[in-house]
Each structure stands twice: as structure tokens, then as C-alpha cells.
């Protein structure tokens, strides 16, 4: 098990830039393929990006392709969410998770999940 703390979002305009942290408690984050989802109102939950254990691989929803950059420090225990060019479309609450070794696109397969933090993006 690991907990997961975001943090980072807020308000910005259309346009803007976020970077979002997620720090992850234990001595084990290193093992744990991480990624970034977001669940708009009234949507369901959606992947943005995903980390493998490194920090070699990264992948991203098409949406945000370009525009977002997803990072890693296993040192710190952390896995940020470099967001640029902000779209309204982009305003949701964005949740970190983990899963042991290997990467999924798979809402579903991450038992692991933090609180969320919330970003609104205004046009």
C-alpha cells in the first residue's frame, strides 16, 4: 500500500499553466507505476497520463498530448503533472494512483488513489 497526496491545482486562466505534485508515503514508491486521471462533473473518471517505474516511459491521452508532461522523482517520492496551454476542457479534479510495476491506461486497475485536487481552467 502507499498513500498518495495531491496537490497543486487551482484556478487559472485559458491558456495557463498548472504543475501538479503527488507525493506518495512508504519505501516502495519506485515499484509503483504512476499516473495522472481526471473526472470532470458529471463524466467518469479519465487518464490523462502515465509513469513506469523509472520515469523512461511516459504515454498521454490524446487530449492533453503536447501540452502535458508527466515526471517522476523516486528520491522524493513524487510524481508531478507539468500542464500547459490550459483549456477549459481541462478543468476536472485530477487524481494520482499507483499500481505495483507496470503501466495500465485501465482506471480500473489502480488500487491506489489520492484525494484528487481540483483545476479550473476560465475563458
Known amino acids: 500500500q502507499v498513500q498518495l497526496v495531491e496537490s497543486g491545482g487551482g484556478l487559472v486562466q485559458v491558456g495557463g499553466s498548472l504543475r501538479l505534485s503527488c507525493a506518495a508515503s512508504?519505501?516502495?514508491?519506485?515499484?509503483?507505476?504512476m499516473g495522472w486521471f481526471r473526472q470532470a462533473a458529471g463524466k467518469e473518471r479519465e487518464y490523462v497520463a502515465v509513469?513506469?517505474?523509472?520515469?523512461?516511459?511516459?504515454y498521454y491521452a490524446d487530449s492533453v498530448k503536447g501540452r502535458v508532461t508527466i515526471s517522476r522523482d523516486n528520491a522524493k517520492n513524487t510524481v508531478y503533472l507539468q500542464m500547459n496551454s490550459l483549456k477549459p476542457e481541462d478543468t476536472a479534479v485530477y487524481y494520482c494512483?499507483?499500481?505495483?510495476?507496470?503501466?495500465?491506461?485501465?482506471?480500473?486497475?489502480?488500487?491506489?488513489w489520492g484525494q484528487g485536487t481540483q483545476v479550473t481552467v476560465s475563458s
Open positions: 494512483a499507483a499500481r505495483r510495476f507496470t503501466i495500465s491506461y485501465d482506471v480500473k486497475s489502480y488500487g491506489n
Open positions: 509513469i513506469n517505474l523509472s520515469g523512461a516511459s511516459t
Open positions: 512508504g519505501r516502495t514508491f519506485s515499484s509503483y507505476a
